[in-house]
């Protein structure tokens, strides 16, 4: 029945990341601002209601009745199980019961380093992006971190210009040089799940670390993925990802964000 | 017997001097001291360095306060860029001092609880702790009590406890000069009571030398002592207390108002040009002498539009049928 | 779907391996799990260590349960000395490894937030970091897993950040196995609710492998979710929950009950024989199968005669018209 | 008026404690279980309305309605402007905002080191006495820590088995050799301002940090204190405290602990 949806790639974008989270439920994800609250709230209506969110501001179990536009106001924190500070949220990856991260990107290279940050070489910056925020703290030690941005040779880059949140082979800056290492070297845990885009789903290799193509979604052929990485991309365990429900997308619009105000579609 | 706490804005931020570390409570658009922050445009003050967000306080980028930050987001969330840094940054008038979220955290906490540094696990394969973006002398140069800012802004070191002798990263305490910190609830001693997210303001009230809380309303000290466990900052911490209704506005004050989205985007869109946000701050900041004057400005309407509805602390955009 | 978490005290406590090092809620003679406590002596733990504070949990001294505590304080406040540690103490049966009141926090607060350990100035110029009284390696003897307790208690460093070196206490990380809280309130999932003294609990919900909550009441979530900023600990982080009235007795309960002196005096006095604690641990612990058979003991007439007024969250001792 | 008076030994220590207080109207005390509670609040009921109580438990600002018999009940909650935990409130006196400290003692020696952890030698202890609690954090770096105990040979004791909290010049652990080091010199800040008994008053000289005496209680003799001193104690200062009035009395009889629960009458 999909393939006779009008479907944004926004709307894709959304319904692919959250499926990702169907193996989780009863699991607790660090969840971002944007595409990613609507991936959680979607994942949650379908598969796993008992998916815990947590949010960077420090609220727990958060239900998100209204999808909010900030992190920050009264729509995070109705009917959370607790609001304390950001440190106790934004640790849990590292102490272990939280899983899951969700990110966005600037810039993501093939080992899911990213960068929010600021564009140009590194010793010689050209203009700055945003930060951290506490994209750092979530993707260090996330077992799971999933990655949500959309894919052009602008953003997937064959090294990111600088590193805010490292992945599976990472900057050493604790010694001198700059050395790219493995992120068990710098006793990370975890690391990048999977990249999910307007176009397809990047995986890593157990091996090499390096992204590889794992799914394109209908009607989005290999070339055209091809055409919007900007480094070298493994496609040869490629297949084409099952079509969006028309239960996934009413659940998208109809229950967890029916005013639009994502402007996904 | 008590002292008196009651002061008016300008009084309040007038004890802020050129050059101070000042922390600004709420995080990016939630809760900010805005008002505060207005009143350090108008007077002036030069050279200050904020700590872990700069998202609307863009206009004191602009107005030539804010010429330092330690922090780890400098955005004004779905709003997009903060047009003034980035013109600052451009002309080498601002430094950017890259930190990670906890880290802005345990920065704050470590004073707070009397401790020199904190062993951090946090940053580690990130360029955040790159020693060539390490600013500290760049911030302890513009501080008016250098002395604050520790020499080094990350040291590595080894875990002695572990057989491993993993690396871990130090962090230094930094002590703020001020905190401003904008609540919904102040009693009239200074017992502070926070709706919604309470970000680091709790760390940064114990850990600042002096304390100014603007509130949406004082109210009677017993009445917020009936429950000493739902309240944030004990009076023995704030020194200062401001009446300052709508005082986080355009930012959203859980329980109290949501953010002024349309307010938001028109700053946004002003500062990305300077002949632009000279004519927003003077309608915005700079004509307008107080806060009643400021009151006036946002209008009555707009006012009953962004006001929150209980039980959820903020104003449905359908209705509470639907939302239930 | 939602995990039940809902478990008899049965089976919550029987989740406890010996050796492991458990963190009892609350703080000497003021909201300890004391139900919990008992349920333990009648499942013959061994080699526990504990933490903080040992004071109403010394008959599980004498019961032969805790081997071992990292604490600064082994009393019965105003009741007088713990017999059955003193007992212990003199047959060289029981390791009391000292330290400091912060340092308590400290240790569980650095796992908490995910930090290997903690820089402190507390206690110098104090015997408690004299290394002869590190008995570091004696709790690891102890423990089932002796790797979270660091080989040193204490290791001695200076700050690198300050131009004068001054020597700094390090205080390592230090993950409980299970953390028992007890509570007036908790959500069916899991929230808490704390009144009064909420002492190192939450640290200890955020730093334990497993948290076992048991509590007065049993309320819906969704009562608990109307104001998050007043609820201590968060669903994720509670395991297991029991309803458990009365939990917290002999001990006082904020908001429910005041201490019963009287068992409490009662206590610090059969203590002091074994044969009289052998008695008392009978009538009070051992012949009582189950909750129940403990609140018929304590008696309803005790109970209404404890049980606290509003709103001051005690039994008054004078009329309310003369409190005021 | 006050010769006249039934006063009991412990009624003295709470008032003359009380009196202490006298120049901190406005300040932050941290406060203990047992007579300081008293002695703080018949400070804030006669000269000082504006102290402030701070307790170990992170009760801030506490009026204290009843006085009670624990730090860690309702009594000590009930009406403070804050319930925070115990770092916020016993990290005080490092930060400074908390400048007096009320502690008790086991043992006090000359330079006002406190024991309350175990008697007999350091490396053959006796037995355990109680431990800490909140007492060494307080007495490190309060500016003022005033100590409160019955005065006996048996207390006042040239050096203290065990330091548990340092006075004036104490042991430095942090090197080999356990040697007595001024306070400075370890950097802790402040010290004990004053020994309170049964009996007077104790104060340290400003060069030698050595105890002397410096008021005796009406009825007491000089020769008494002498009696139940552990150490040479300078008495050339020594003079006679002011009598307690009728006014003292009554408040702490009538408005502080009028059931007389801690049996100082």
Redesign the interface.
Same mark, same amino acid.
């Given at each position: 029945m999909s393939e006779n949806l009008q479907i944004s790639a926004q709307e894709k974008m959304v319904i692919y990341a959250a499926r990702q989270l169907k193996p989780f439920d009863n699991k607790q994800a660090l969840i971002g601002i944007g595409l990613p609250v609507l991936a959680s709230q979607v994942a949650k209506y379908l598969w796993c209601g008992g998916l815990k969110s947590i949010i960077e501001n420090g609220s727990f179990d958060a239900i998100i009745a209204e999808i909010p536009f900030s992190l920050f106001g009264g729509r995070i924190s109705y009917g959370c199980s607790a609001q304390l500070d950001n440190g106790f949220a934004l640790s849990g990856a590292k102490r272990g019961r939280v899983e899951i991260g969700f990110l966005g990107a600037a810039q993501v290279d093939k080992y899911g380093n990213i960068n929010t940050t600021q564009i140009g070489p590194i010793d010689n910056p050209k203009f700055r992006i945003a930060g951290s925020g506490g994209a750092v703290d979530i993707g260090c030690y996330c077992a799971h971190t999933f990655i949500v941005c959309a894919q052009s040779k602008r953003t997937f880059v064959n090294q990111v210009d600088y590193v805010t949140t490292p992945g599976w082979v990472a900057p050493d800056n604790t010694k001198a040089g700059r050395a790219w290492v493995p992120r068990e070297t710098l006793r990370l845990t975890g690391g990048p799940a999977a990249i999910i885009t307007n176009l397809g789903i990047m995986k890593f290799d157990e091996k090499t670390k390096e992204a590889y193509l794992d799914e394109y979604y209908p009607g989005v052929t290999i070339e055209q993925i091809l055409d919007n990485t900007g480094f070298d991309l493994d496609v040869s365990r490629a297949r084409e990802a099952d079509g969006i429900t028309g239960e996934e997308l009413t659940v998208l619009r109809t229950k967890v964000d029916p005013l639009n105000i994502y402007k996904t579609r | 017997?008590?002292?008196n706490k009651m002061v008016s804005l300008k009084d309040a931020v007038s004890v802020i001097q050129d050059g101070d570390i000042v922390f600004f409570g709420?995080?990016?658009?939630?809760?900010r001291p805005v008002a505060a922050m207005r009143e350090l445009a108008r007077q002036q003050k030069k050279n200050l360095i904020t700590l872990s967000f700069l998202s609307v306080e863009d206009f004191l980028v602009g107005a030539g306060c804010i010429k330092g930050i330690r922090?780890?987001?400098?955005?004004l969330?779905?709003f997009g860029?903060v047009p003034c840094?980035?013109r600052a &940054?451009?002309k080498n008038e601002l430094v950017?001092d890259?930190f990670?979220?906890?880290d802005?955290?345990?920065q704050l906490?470590a004073?707070? &609880?009397?401790?020199?540094?904190?062993?951090?696990?946090?940053?580690?394969?990130?360029?955040?702790?790159?020693?060539?973006y390490d600013f500290s002398e760049k911030l302890r140069a513009l501080a008016r009590e250098p002395e604050r800012i520790?020499?080094?802004k990350y040291?590595?070191?080894e875990?002695?406890?572990?057989?491993?002798h993993?690396?871990?990263?130090?962090v230094?305490a930094l002590r703020p000069n001020v905190a401003i910190i904008h609540a919904g609830k102040i009693?009239h001693?200074?017992?502070?009571r926070?709706?919604?997210?309470?970000?680091?303001d709790?760390?940064a009230a114990?850990?600042a030398d002096r304390v100014i809380v603007t509130a949406e309303e004082i109210v009677p000290?017993?009445y917020?002592?009936?429950?000493?466990?739902?309240?944030?900052?004990?009076?023995?911490?704030v020194d200062m207390i401001v009446h300052v209704p709508w005082g986080a506005h355009p930012t959203?004050l859980?329980?109290y108002y949501?953010?002024d989205?349309e307010a938001l985007f028109i700053y946004q869109k002003a500062a990305r040009t300077e002949e632009d946000f000279a004519k927003w701050s003077d309608e915005w900041i700079y004509s307008l002498s107080d806060n009643n004057a400021y009151l006036e400005k946002i209008g009555a309407a707009k006012m009953m539009q962004l006001k929150?509805v209980e039980?959820?602390?903020?104003k449905?955009?359908?209705s509470v049928e639907q &939302?239930?």
């Open positions: - | 017997m008590e002292a709420g995080i990016v658009d939630g809760r922090g780890c987001y400098t955005h969330g779905i860029k840094l980035h &940054l451009a950017v890259e990670g979220h906890i802005c955290q345990l906490m004073p707070a &609880l009397g401790l020199p540094y904190v062993a951090s696990p946090y940053c580690i394969g990130s360029d955040i702790i790159n020693p060539n520790g020499a080094q040291i590595f070191t875990n002695p406890f572990s057989p491993e993993e690396t871990v990263v130090l230094p009693g001693e200074g017992t502070v926070i709706e919604g997210t309470q970000g680091l709790i760390y114990f850990a000290e017993s917020l002592r009936r429950d000493p466990n739902r309240n944030n900052i004990p009076t023995t911490q959203a859980p329980g949501d953010m989205m929150a039980p959820y602390g903020f449905p955009r359908t &939302l239930g």
